[in-house]
Structure formats: structure tokens, C-alpha cells
């Protein structure tokens, strides 16, 4: 049973945003919490909103291009008397990417602006019974049967954010600095080979001198993900970066990151990021053609 608690929201969300300041930071991304009110008590449900907020910030810091601005304020709104959650990011029109929040628990309204994306989400100052409140935001019928799989989905996706290498080798360093210097060269490796499209699973065993089922364990040990998976990952990541940067076409992109063909490419980064690479590089690079 997920539970509501009447507890001040404005200390709540500001240490929410402190957490995920190391994250921000390993991307070059300037992260921000402020508030118009020192202290208000509302009902909410903690677990629920931590993750709506964490996952749209982390989904955020993920896609902008390094240099951007994130801003998570608080606000009274007098027209209506209920609290706004704003949460705006500079650097890159996110309007189109439904994907960040199809599947929030609590409902953002979103805003194209000039240069970045608003998200807006309100909290009536009103008491509401602990059952209701669900009830009141489930706009996509999510019902509590479905609870279990939306946590896993959200779980799934935040491991994905998080599986940016200057933030894993960052906590890992804190901790356990022998994986931090396997993880530092196992990203090295593939970095290196990023371009050859034959570099694969088998391949990076043989540069570490691991079985196939040796490395499978450590990695998934360490990221939760599997040697192919990681490869992948981190060739997409490169492909934003070449996207948000360069005036490379896409299929020199697709190219340069080691994908067999641009049809392969755009299938696997719309799946990851949820918007064509196409789009995505217009959007970065308004000016140039394709």
C-alpha cells in the first residue's frame, strides 16, 4: 500500500534536488532548487513523488547538451491557491519527447520555450483521504494492480540515466577503487573502438582477458547491465554528444558510433531517447541540413 504524508513539501523537495547535484555536476549541468515560501504543509505521497520528480530531472540532465540550466522552483499561485511545482531546463526544446513523462505517476503539464522546456505540476492546499489522491492523478487509468510493473519500469529506467560513466566511476572511485580502474578501462576500450562495428562482446574479452561469462558477472555486478547492453549504451552516448555538437549528418553519426546502418541506428536511438535522431539533431542544429 503506498501511503500519504501531510509534511512540510518544501524541505522535501529541495534535499531531492541536493541529491541529485553530483549527478548533475558529472555532466556539466547546472543544477538548481529554490522556493517562494520557507515552509508549507501539504498531503502528498513521498515514494510516489520522489520518483515522478527524480525521473523527469534525471531524464533532463541526460538529454540536454552540456552548459545547461536546470531550475526547480516552488511557487504560491494566488488565481487558484495551490503550490507549482516548476521544473525548466535550457539548452534544448524538449516539448516533443513525451516519452520523459508518459508514465509519471504525478502529472506534469508541459511548455515549449525559447531555448529549453517548462514542466509544471500543481499541489492543492487542500486535505485529500490518503486513497483519493491517486485517484485524482491517474489521467492514463494507471490503477493500483499496475503499480508493481510502473515500479519496475521506473527502476529500470533510472538505472539507465544512470549509467552516464563519469558518474558511475565518480561513486565508484568513493568506494571501491579497483572497479573504478576496471570500469575506467573498460570504457577506454570501447571508446577507442567506438567506430568499428565488429568491436563487440567477444571482442572486449579478449582486451581484458576475461571469459565471456567473468566479464558478464562483473558488469552486471557493478551496472546491472550486460557487456552487449553497455556497448551500446555508451555508443549512443556518443552519438547525442556527436549530434548536439557537430554538424555531422546522421547517417555520419550512425557511422562514426559503430552502427551497422542508419536504419539500425535511428530504431535504437528513438527507443532510448524517445524522439528520432533526425529531430533530435534539428533541434540541436536548427541551421544546418541533414
Given at each position: 500500500m503506498i501511503y500519504s504524508s501531510e509534511a512540510d513539501i518544501v524541505s522535501f523537495l529541495k534535499?531531492?534536488?541536493?541529491?541529485?547535484?553530483?549527478?548533475?555536476?558529472a555532466n556539466k549541468v547546472s543544477l538548481s532548487f529554490s522556493s517562494e515560501i520557507k515552509k508549507q504543509v501539504v498531503l502528498y505521497q513521498p515514494f510516489l513523488l520522489s520518483q515522478s520528480v527524480f525521473q523527469l530531472i534525471c531524464s533532463i540532465i541526460n538529454l540536454v547538451p552540456p552548459k545547461s540550466k536546470i531550475e526547480v522552483r516552488l511557487l504560491y499561485c494566488p488565481e487558484n491557491k495551490n503550490l507549482h511545482l516548476e521544473i525548466e531546463n535550457t539548452g534544448i526544446n524538449l516539448f516533443r519527447m513525451n516519452e520523459i513523462i508518459v508514465q509519471n505517476i504525478y502529472p506534469f503539464q508541459v511548455y515549449p520555450q525559447p531555448n529549453g522546456t517548462l514542466y509544471r505540476m500543481a499541489f492543492p492546499l487542500y486535505h485529500q483521504s490518503s486513497a483519493s489522491v491517486l485517484d485524482m492523478l491517474a489521467e492514463d487509468?494507471?490503477?493500483?494492480?499496475?503499480?508493481?510493473q510502473f515500479y519496475k519500469e521506473i527502476q529500470k529506467r533510472l538505472r539507465s540515466h544512470f549509467t552516464q560513466t563519469e558518474k558511475l566511476i565518480a561513486t565508484l572511485e568513493q568506494s571501491r577503487p579497483k572497479e573504478a580502474a576496471f570500469m575506467q578501462r573498460i570504457n577506454a576500450l570501447i571508446k577507442v573502438n567506438l567506430?568499428?562495428?565488429?568491436?563487440?562482446?567477444?571482442?572486449?574479452?579478449?582486451?581484458?582477458?576475461?571469459?565471456r561469462t567473468q566479464l558478464f558477472r562483473r558488469l552486471k555486478s557493478l551496472i546491472q547491465q550486460a557487456p552487449a547492453n553497455y556497448i551500446k549504451i555508451i555508443r549512443l552516448q556518443k552519438a547525442k554528444e556527436l549530434l548536439e555538437t557537430t554538424d555531422l549528418t546522421v547517417g555520419e553519426v550512425a557511422f562514426k558510433t559503430g552502427f551497422q546502418t542508419l536504419s539500425h541506428f535511428t530504431h535504437i536511438f528513438q527507443k532510448q531517447y524517445g524522439i528520432l535522431p533526425s529531430v533530435f539533431r534539428r533541434s540541436n542544429n536548427p541551421a544546418t541540413n541533414e
Open positions: 534535499g531531492l534536488v541536493q541529491s541529485l547535484l553530483p549527478y548533475a555536476h487509468n494507471t490503477s493500483a494492480t499496475n503499480l508493481p567506430d568499428d562495428e565488429n568491436f563487440d562482446t567477444e571482442t572486449l574479452c579478449k582486451a581484458m582477458s576475461l571469459s
